[in-house]
């Protein structure tokens, strides 16, 4: 019995009045309805506009630090090789300093 009248209690506090959900007449609850539906398609939008601004975002953050290590690594990698490059231009130098072109080569 104890059972049956929380479930009766339960249901009672589930169940609107029909005039709130439905409105007085038809044509206001198709209005009602149609109002509903709209709120909740535009609700819906709102998430899909975010979530795609969250992503777009998150793209461009990750293109950004992926720029950045980039150009880390390109440091590195100068200043690794910066004794064979004082050394590669040293002798560039000379060669271009002893070299000379032939006349016949400039016209």
């Known amino acids: 019995m104890k059972h049956q009248t929380l479930m009766e209690g339960e249901k009672s ?11 007085s007449d038809p044509a206001e ?10 709120e909740h ?22 293109s950004k630090a992926k720029y950045i290590a980039a150009k880390m690594d ?3 990698a100068i200043i690794r090789a910066k004794g064979t490059l004082t050394l590669w231009l040293s002798w560039k130098n000379l060669q271009h300093s002893t ?3 032939k006349e016949t080569w400039l016209m």
């Open 41 to 62: 398609y535009r609700a819906l939008l709102r998430l899909a506009d975010e979530h795609r601004k969250s992503e777009s975002e998150w793209h461009e953050a990750s």
């Open 29 to 38: 609850g198709y209005q009602k309805g149609k109002k509903e539906t709209k």
């Open 74 to 76: 390109l440091l590195d």
């Open 99 to 101: 070299w000379k072109p």
């Open 13 to 23: 506090m589930m169940k609107r009045p029909m005039e709130e959900v439905y409105g």
